[in-house]
């Protein structure tokens, strides 16, 4: 259950003023630092909902920096930003925009941030933080292509609050709470709120670390409602540089619920526990050739659903040596055990892996340098309905040769080649694998003394130019071939080619572009499936800081385009133009933005001045 925010609130500030040992006095605020801007902003958006939306505000941004009472109390800082907005939405083909509320207006925006920090340097430090935003005056949101080509206008509350407490043993506690708000006409809002503890203990050569949060997400529109309780518990102990043992425990609640308001409502609820704990250990000493790890795993899932439930216990225990024997060869070797219950049944599975390592010197002759890789590894499974053991081997080698084409410029090129094979000693009828907890699961498989290879093939061709104040420029084609040399008959192609060049061209000015083209193949018989996909990426930038001989008069200039030869890809080009203008405190901005996402054109302009105090 979250608490109110007035509640959380008035528990923090008490919790702080408990903590001060200071008695009442007349509070006074120190000399400010002023600053501000006052001026005007227009914008024009048209393409979105085949309607325009134009924007008219009058903006005045004051900015001020404190202290109460002395520096050492409490420091301040903080700004607002006061907006007259008129916004006329133009005649839409969309008929939901009338009823999200989308209709011309005039309204007076506040937006600002506010900090406070008590007692910075004390051992009780307390620190408030609290912002609020618009999209239709915020000119880093506006410019979001996410937030304006979605045709989202939206405002933003959020506040932060932290008390913190410093020992003599330089431990650390904190007390945190965090509320946010972040609503438009067209998706309704959303509230989230956060209360937390967290804890950093040292002593020595032991660290605690705890961490407690209860969390709340609220959806308007969806009625969607989840709570979380996490809590973490972690302890490091390192009696010496090459021994560490990690220990973990954490438990984590999930409930949601939710009801959908449209003509075919639907709702629901769902609550999900998860208790875990670990230990972990790890042994690598500097002056010996073989290192050790291990570690003991339990993990608790307990879950409820309207439709289904769940429950699953396992206990899983690994390890693991490493042996260096030489610079070229090296050995390793693992087990696992993980047992399982859940549901009505229990499963036992285990594993073990023994593998070799061996690297080649480093051959060069003439400027071409080779070394070739070898491995080796036997996997043996056993548990659940069946067993099996697998040989499995690797070999790979590869060479690179650089020229110097004059002082400035280089060619490389870079070949390679792995063999990667399998074989199945023997199986009956299971498949154990490990899932993404890290535990040992079991999938049917069939088949007895399979085996499956696949061979590859890279190569890489670059050639890049340093001039120093002349430029800088890449151009790269890489090729890889993969191949199944088995029954599978798979195989896939890439081929990626890269450009990249950065060009001044005066002291004032320069401009960098870059162009990648891709082409992926892939091939799968057996499945019936591929395809062939390619595709484009390019950007040009170009930025001039003294347009017409006038120093402040800057010009940025930004294209980018984006093609997919496939037809659930999206195609996308941007053009983003700029020009600022300073003169002594007064700021002007003119911008263009042109966007087309897949055939839909939209276009942002732009116009600001602004006086600055």
């Given at each position: ?6 509640a959380a609130?008035?528990?923090l ?6 903590s001060?040992?200071?008695?009442v006095m007349a509070?006074?605020?120190?000399p400010?630092?002023l ?48 907006a ?14 009338a ?9 007076t ?15 009780t ?8 935003s ?43 709470y965090?509320?946010?708000n972040?609503?438009s ?16 203990i ?5 660290n ?29 102990y ?25 003509a ?5 609820s769902?609550t ?9 250990f ?22 409820e ?9 396992s206990?899983?225990?690994s390890g ?12 390793d ?5 993980t ?12 594993r ?18 080779y ?18 053991q ?6 790979s ?18 070949v ?36 499956n290879a ?11 130019q340093?001039?120093?104040?002349g430029?800088?420029s ?21 081929v990626?080619f ?5 060009q ?25 499936i591929g395809?062939?996909?390619?595709t484009?990426?390019?950007r ?10 006038l120093?402040?008069?800057r ?25 600022d ?22 276009s ?10």
């Amino acid at each position: 259950m979250s608490l109110r925010f007035e509640a959380a609130i008035a528990l923090l500030v008490l919790l702080t003023l408990g903590s001060w040992p200071v008695r009442v006095m007349a509070v006074s605020l120190g000399p400010a630092e002023l600053s501000g801007s006052v001026g005007y902003s227009y914008r024009l958006l048209s393409g979105v909902n085949n309607a325009d939306t134009t924007s008219h505000q009058w903006l005045a941004t004051v900015r001020a920096s404190s202290y109460v009472w002395q520096p050492w109390f409490a420091t301040t800082e903080g700004g607002v930003t006061f907006a007259q907005d008129s916004t006329e939405f133009g005649d839409t083909s969309d008929p939901s925009a009338a009823d999200a509320g989308l209709k011309d207006n005039e309204t007076t925006i506040v937006t600002g941030e506010f900090n406070l920090n008590v007692l910075p340097q004390s051992k009780t430090p307390f620190g408030l933080r609290y912002l609020v935003s618009n999209s239709r005056i915020d000119s880093t949101r506006i410019v979001s292509a996410p937030v304006l080509f979605t045709d989202i206008e939206f405002e933003t509350t959020r506040l932060e609050l932290r008390q913190s407490y410093l020992n003599d043993k330089n431990d650390r506690f904190m007390l945190r709470y965090d509320a946010s708000n972040w609503s438009s006409a067209r998706d309704g809002s959303y509230d989230d709120a956060l209360m937390g503890a967290e804890a950093d203990i040292r002593r020595g050569k032991q660290n605690v670390l705890m961490k407690l949060s209860q969390g709340t997400t609220e959806h308007s529109l969806t009625k969607l409602r989840n709570e979380n309780l996490i809590f973490d518990l972690s302890h490091f102990y390192l009696p010496s540089p090459s021994f560490r043992v990690d220990n973990k425990a954490s438990y984590y609640t999930f409930d949601r619920s939710f009801r959908v308001t449209s003509a075919s409502a639907t709702s629901g609820s769902s609550t999900t526990d998860i208790a875990q704990a670990s230990s972990f250990f790890f042994w690598r000493p500097d002056a010996r050739p073989w290192s050790m790890s291990g570690g003991l795993r339990v993990y608790d899932l307990q879950g409820e659903a309207p439709a289904a439930s769940s429950d699953s216990l396992s206990i899983s225990a690994s390890g693991g040596f490493f042996y260096q024997l030489s610079r070229k060869w090296r050995f390793d070797a693992s087990a696992a055990f993980t047992n399982t219950q859940g549901n009505g049944s229990e499963t036992q599975l285990t594993r073990q892996q023994g593998g070799v390592l061996y690297q080649s010197d480093l051959y060069e002759k003439s400027g071409f340098t080779y070394r070739w890789f070898a491995t080796g590894a036997l996997d043996n499974q056993s548990g659940g309905d069946g067993a099996r053991q697998t040989v499995s081997s690797t070999w790979s080698h590869n060479g690179q040769k650089t020229w110097f084409l004059g002082e400035i410029s280089s060619l490389n090129v870079s070949v390679g080649q792995s063999l990667n094979g399998a074989y199945r000693i023997n199986q009956e009828s299971v498949t154990l694998y490990q899932d993404h907890q890290g535990s040992l699961a079991a999938s049917q498989f069939g088949g007895i003394g399979a085996a499956n290879a696949r061979l590859d093939h890279t190569g890489t061709v670059s050639w890049n130019q340093v001039a120093g104040g002349g430029g800088n420029s890449t151009v790269q084609l890489t090729v890889s071939d993969s191949r199944a040399v088995t029954d599978t008959e798979d195989e896939q192609q890439l081929v990626n080619f890269q450009v990249l060049r950065v060009q001044p061209l005066n002291r004032s000015s320069f401009l960098s572009g870059n162009l990648t083209v891709q082409y992926v193949r892939q091939e799968f018989p057996q499945l019936g499936i591929g395809s062939d996909v390619a595709t484009a990426t390019g950007r040009v930038d170009y930025q001039h800081s003294n347009i017409f001989g006038l120093t402040n008069l800057r010009f940025l200039s930004n294209l980018f385009v984006s093609r997919a030869a496939v037809e659930q890809g999206i195609d996308r080009s941007e053009w983003d133009n700029r020009l600022d203008y300073t003169i002594g405190l007064v700021d002007t901005s003119l911008s263009l933005r042109l966007i087309q996402i897949d055939g839909q054109n939209s276009s942002l302009v732009m116009a600001r001045i602004a006086r600055r105090f």
